[in-house]
Nanobody, 111 residues
């Protein structure tokens, strides 16, 4: 069965950085596009960043220049490096491929 397990969330001050990780099992990781999504309290889930099997990346306008998505096919892991974090980045961050979702990891940006 497919499992996506996120880690790396936590509390960080504005301007700080975090790196999220998502390790996948039960899929042929290297051929799958992978994505990070987030859902803030009271808001709909939104796409943050996508990386294709060919390493093409796309980002939400709100995170361009601050976040970087990458993947390590040898480790079945996709990363989200988040820099210059803002309070509005506070959300539960989810890993996704096809219709599979992880359980999420909470990122809180607050002083």
């Amino acid at each position: 069965q497919v499992q996506l397990v996120e880690s790396g969330g936590g509390l960080v001050q504005p301007g700080g950085s975090l790196r999220l990780s998502c390790t996948a099992s039960g899929i042929i990781f290297s051929v799958n596009d992978m994505g990070w999504y987030r859902q803030a309290p009271g808001k709909l889930r939104e796409s943050v960043a996508i990386i294709t099997s060919g390493d093409r990346t796309t980002y939400a306008d709100s995170v361009k220049g601050r976040f970087t998505i990458s993947r390590d096919n040898a480790k079945n892991t996709v990363y989200l490096q988040m820099n210059s974090l803002k309070p509005e980045d506070t959300a539960v961050y989810y890993c996704n491929t096809w219709h599979y979702w992880g359980k999420g990891t909470l990122v809180t940006v607050s002083s």
